[in-house]
């Protein structure tokens, strides 16, 4: 059993830079796939996934935000972050943290989110 929680949303305004990170219990942080996701407002049936690091630090992005968001481990805190710069009016979302043993498209864990807000 994994429990994720994000902290680090707020409001921000376009090219501005966050950090959100995402506390993980367990024992075994390190051999999970760690993602990002988001679900824009009025998108409840798309939640995309920004990001995802393999456990040896791998990464995969979006093309809607490469080059501008960096996904980033740290396996001796059981902490995952997503260091987001530039960012713009459609990056407004609730931003959630996951986790699986495995890469999937629909990770096993799940954090209950942190509101990023454009206020531009």
């Known amino acids: 059993q994994v429990q994720l929680v994000e902290s680090g949303g707020g409001l921000v305004q376009a090219g501005d830079s966050l950090r959100l990170s995402c506390a993980a219990s367990?024992?075994?942080?390190?051999?999970?796939?760690m993602y990002w996701f988001r679900q824009a407002p009025g998108k409840e049936r798309e939640r995309e996934c920004v990001?995802?690091?393999?456990?040896?630090?791998?990464?995969r992005y979006a093309d809607s935000v490469k080059g501008r968001f960096t996904i980033s481990r740290d396996n001796a805190k059981n902490t995952l972050y997503l260091q987001m710069n530039s960012l713009k009016p459609e990056d407004t979302a609730v931003y959630y943290c996951?986790?699986?043993?495995?890469?999937?498209?629909?990770?096993?864990?799940w954090g209950k989110g942190t509101l990023v807000t454009d206020s531009s």
């Open positions: 367990g024992r075994t942080f390190s051999s999970y796939v």
């Open positions: 990001a995802r690091i393999w456990g040896g630090g791998n990464t």
């Open positions: 996951a986790a699986d043993p495995s890469s999937v498209t629909t990770p096993k864990y």
